[in-house]
């Protein structure tokens, strides 16, 4: 589990409000969720899946209630949905901390961030080619370019039920290949395929594959994904063994990955349809999808492309006082007043070590307030970058460094 400090949480600040500000500009609200739920809404979204079975960090409460801390992000969401009864479509986005026990290693945490959307009570593909738009220019805008969009149809209930028999007689057809992976072959089928196993390589390339047991439905609405895809020059390559790791996937599916970063742990975001989870946890029929994508991720892919490296400073204006702090204290204050980052140093250190303190703040301007200055009304204004100084009026300080501030290329 990591933790984010300063000065590299404002990079964390900036991907989460720029999410922030994409979801809002696509229509969705932010939605809250706590950070445990009762167990059961877990075991429903992976019956046979290594994040619910092996990886929940899950225990009883005082009252003897079975608890989970949030692995993933989309069944708090559909048990708020199924709970609260919003109006559909219900275009949510969020921002939350997922645990998941699994073996640390760079890009892969036992505790991780995902920003993630989710429309709840849609089947138009349209929505599919919304939800991907979403992510994709988020991940663009931040100026990676080492990405790419895979994307995928796991098929309606009748697609996925033909499909696994014909897999599953392959897999048993294989049997000594696959050895102690059997069990869980015959649990789900469709687990093997997104097997990371190099044992299975070969095995896994020559399987039978999903599209060709798609319906005609299910084959009319990936078509119409991939169409809308185009009309909005969003490149993608179809991965026929997509099938990501939860039970609740129905349709479409997609994962973008970074180039940036090693192949174990280089998916970015990942998400998709899954139609009948709603209906599985006791609510109406709603066909739904979305997609979480991991901030830690993203901050490492930003890294190995130099990318997201002009985060502002945290400060505009640093207050050197030489009065012993009172005079200090108001002009500070003002300085926030007016919209500025400001601070100042405290518990009376020498004027010496509070210009120290100023270039290190990162600031662009300091400010000193010396009592033979403000005898005749003024202050020192320094340039940080430059050391040019100038004086400026005492009372009008904060609005002069303001418009100084405004007419600043950013
Ligand atoms: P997921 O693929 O398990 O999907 O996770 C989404 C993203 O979270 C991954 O692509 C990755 O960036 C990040 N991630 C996952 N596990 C870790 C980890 N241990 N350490 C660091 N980052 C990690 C879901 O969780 C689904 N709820 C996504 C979804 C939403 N599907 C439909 N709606």
Redesign the pocket.
Do not use: I, K, P
């Given at each position: 589990m990591l933790d984010v400090l300063p000065p590299d949480s404002a990079r964390w600040t900036d991907v989460v409000a720029r999410f922030a500000t994409r979801a809002s500009r696509f229509g969705y609200g932010l939605v809250v969720t706590p950070i445990l739920e009762h167990y059961e809404v877990f075991q429903r979204v992976g019956e046979t899946t290594d994040?619910v079975t092996k990886q929940m960090y899950a225990f009883d409460d005082r009252g003897g209630r079975r608890l989970a801390l949030r692995p993933?992000?989309?069944a708090p969401v559909v048990r708020a949905f199924v709970q609260h009864r919003p109006v559909t479509p219900w275009k949510v986005w969020y921002v939350a901390p997922?645990f998941?026990a699994?073996q640390p290693q760079a890009?892969?945490?036992r505790q991780?961030w995902?920003l993630?959307a989710?429309v709840l009570g849609v089947d138009d593909p349209d929505v599919d080619v919304e939800i991907i738009d979403l992510v994709h220019g988020f991940l663009r805008a931040l100026g990676l370019r080492d990405i790419r969009l895979f994307v995928n149809s796991m098929g309606d209930g009748e697609s996925r039920a033909r499909y696994r028999e014909v897999l599953l007689a392959y897999w048993r057809a294989n049997a000594d290949v696959i050895g102690d992976g059997m069990e869980r072959a015959e649990a789900n089928p469709l687990r093997i395929l997104d097997s990371k196993r190099t044992d299975w390589t070969d095995l896994l390339e020559r399987a039978p594959q999903l599209g060709e047991y798609l319906s005609d439905d299910a084959a009319e609405h990936f078509a119409r994904v991939q169409s809308g895809l185009r009309a909005v020059g969003i490149d993608f390559e179809i991965q026929p063994h997509l099938v990501?790791?939860?039970d609740y996937y129905t349709s479409t599916v997609f994962e973008f990955t970074s180039g940036a970063l090693d192949a174990a742990q280089n998916?970015?975001?990942?998400?998709?349809r899954?139609d009948r989870l709603a209906e599985e946890m006791g609510g109406p029929p709603t066909p739904s999808i979305?997609?979480?994508?991991?901030i830690?991720?993203i901050l490492l892919a930003c890294a190995a492309e130099s990318v997201l490296t002009d985060v502002a400073p945290a400060l505009d204006v640093y207050v050197v006082d030489a009065t012993g702090g009172a005079e200090a204290t108001v002009v500070v204050h003002e300085l926030r007043e007016v919209g500025l980052r400001a601070d100042r140093a405290y518990g009376g250190r020498s004027v010496k070590k509070q210009w120290g303190a100023a270039d290190r703040s990162g600031a662009r301007w300091g400010v000193m307030v010396a009592p033979r200055e403000l005898e005749q009304g003024r202050v020192v204004v320094k340039d940080l970058a430059s050391g040019e100084q100038i004086e400026v009026r005492r009372a009008e300080v904060a609005a002069w460094i303001r418009t100084q501030h405004e007419g600043e290329p950013r």
């Open positions: 994040v993933e992000g989309t997922n998941r699994e890009g892969r945490y991780h995902q993630g989710e990501r790791g939860f998916a970015l975001a990942g998400g998709g899954y979305g997609f979480g994508a991991g830690e991720r």
